[in-house]
């Protein structure tokens, strides 16, 4: 099975499957946002994390492989009074920007192997404007542990030093890592290890 076949089969049931809350992590910078900005949030599967970034006055595109994680999307920012900018694209074909979004945002996408991880981070920083922020939270390697959610290969998974390395051309970079509760719908929940990067570019 393709992992977009593997994605559209997920998102298949009717509820949401990673909630319909915001990650905890992103909602914890509403004070870095600000109404008017332009955001970017990839791989932002069902909306929940798109759709709270409108609530905050952003004017956001969301960007996802699978069209069933999308009708659910719209269907999540009409319940909630929020408009998003739908872009049915995989993130590896994207037509990335360049300096366009105030606020880049990627929440758990760990689905891509290193080489292809390392395209997207480049590309991240090419799209986001200077001075820019870029949000992004995954799991560290003790998740192979807890086992509540993620990629189950050691190489998808996040360390601080990968992300200081990676983001390390940025004029600004935090980045945190640490265990946690989390509960985010069936897909993420329980002890977890994360490991959560705020960057100006």
Known sequence: MSE???WESRFAVDHYVFGTAPNAF??????????GLSALSIADGEGRNGVWLAEQGLKVTSQDFSPRAQV????????????LSLVLADILAFDWPEAEYDVIVGIFFQFLSPP???????A????????????IEGYGLRQLEYGTGGPKIAENLYSQELL???FSDCASVDVT????EIDEGPGHS?????VDLVARR
């Open 4 to 6: 977009k076949a593997r």
């Open 26 to 35: 992103l909602s914890r910078q509403a004070g870095l946002l600000r109404p």
């Open 72 to 83: 659910k999307a719209q269907a999540l920012a009409k319940e909630r009074g929020v408009e």
């Open 116 to 122: 292809d991880r390392a395209e997207v981070f480049a």
């Open 124 to 135: 991240i920083q090419k799209a986001v404007k200077p001075g820019g922020l870029i949000l």
């Open 164 to 166: 200081e390395q990676a």
């Open 177 to 180: 890592a640490y265990d946690a």
């Open 190 to 194: 329980g002890m977890s290890a994360l």
